[in-house]
């Protein structure tokens, strides 16, 4: 068990370092300029005096409010259709083939509107990282609340069990692994909406400040709002990982991952 925890460790950091070192040869070889691709030791620079501004910072708050307000609008408007849905039928045969199709418009194209009708602060980032966030919690919590069997209603039908009980002792276990792996997707959308929303129309934010940073050919710090970036959603992405592993303990997933650590 332990050979193989570092075995884990050990590959993908041999990995990451591999591909660093050719990074660095490719550019010192081919005589590649640094306002094209930067080296990574200029990226970790660039990095260091990025995170060292404060104003960075607050930059990158703007970016957290947007992406994870927009997440959770997803997330409660997602689950609860998706859960009314799935107890109605009717509501599916009514709604469904119209969120289907404001799914298919890309999102990218509305950005523009977006920001047209919701300004250019806060609130129109919001709509758009809600937007993209939206429909894998729908989409999820849908095939998740319908996934409840018949059966285990029929039990809980005779041992005379009122709705209350029945949702958080039935549906809600049942449903909340394949929704919590919905929510996974959803934040990492929800960034991305934030991202593009600030490049399209922000006046702060991390979106806007890599604008600003590729219009000064700043590439180095342009990499290192990329790194921000990254590690932000990491962040968040590893946040609800974990909260589904806090929450969904008996899942096969969650047992099968803690019994490899």
């Not at 970036?229 to 962040?235: A, P, Q, R």
């Amino acid at each position: 068990m332990g050979t193989d925890r570092f075995i884990r460790i050990a590959l993908p950091t041999a990995t990451v370092a591999a591909f660093l070192i050719a990074w660095t040869v490719y550019v010192h070889t081919a005589d590649v300029s640094a306002f094209i691709l930067p080296t990574p030791y200029q990226i970790v620079v660039a990095f260091i005096e990025l995170v060292s501004d404060a104003e960075v910072w607050r930059h990158a708050l703007v970016t957290v409010i947007e992406a994870v307000s927009g997440f959770l609008i997803a997330v409660l408007l997602g689950i609860t259709l998706g859960m009314a849905m799935a107890r109605v039928q009717m509501l599916e045969w009514a709604f469904k083939p119209f969120i289907v199709c404001l799914q298919l418009i890309p999102k990218i194209a509305l950005a523009p509107l977006f920001i047209l009708w919701f300004g250019f602060g806060l609130e129109s980032k919001i709509v758009i990282a809600a937007a993209l966030s939206f429909f894998p919690v729908f989409s999820n919590s849908l095939i998740a609340f319908r996934s409840v069997e018949p059966g285990d209603r029929d039990v809980f039908v005779m041992l005379q069990a009122n709705p209350l009980q029945r949702f958080t002792m039935l549906d809600l276990p049942t449903a909340l692994p394949v929704v919590l792996a919905g929510m996974e997707v959803a934040v990492v959308m929800s960034m991305i909406g934030a991202i593009v929303g600030e490049f399209i129309g922000g006046n702060e934010g991390l979106g806007y400040l890599a604008v600003a940073m590729l219009q000064e050919l700043q590439v180095p710090g342009l990499f290192a709002v990329i790194v921000l970036l990254t590690l932000i959603g990491l962040t968040l992405y590893t946040l609800i990982a974990q909260l589904r592993g806090w929450l969904t303990p008996w899942h096969a997933s969650v047992a099968k991952k803690a019994q490899e650590s």
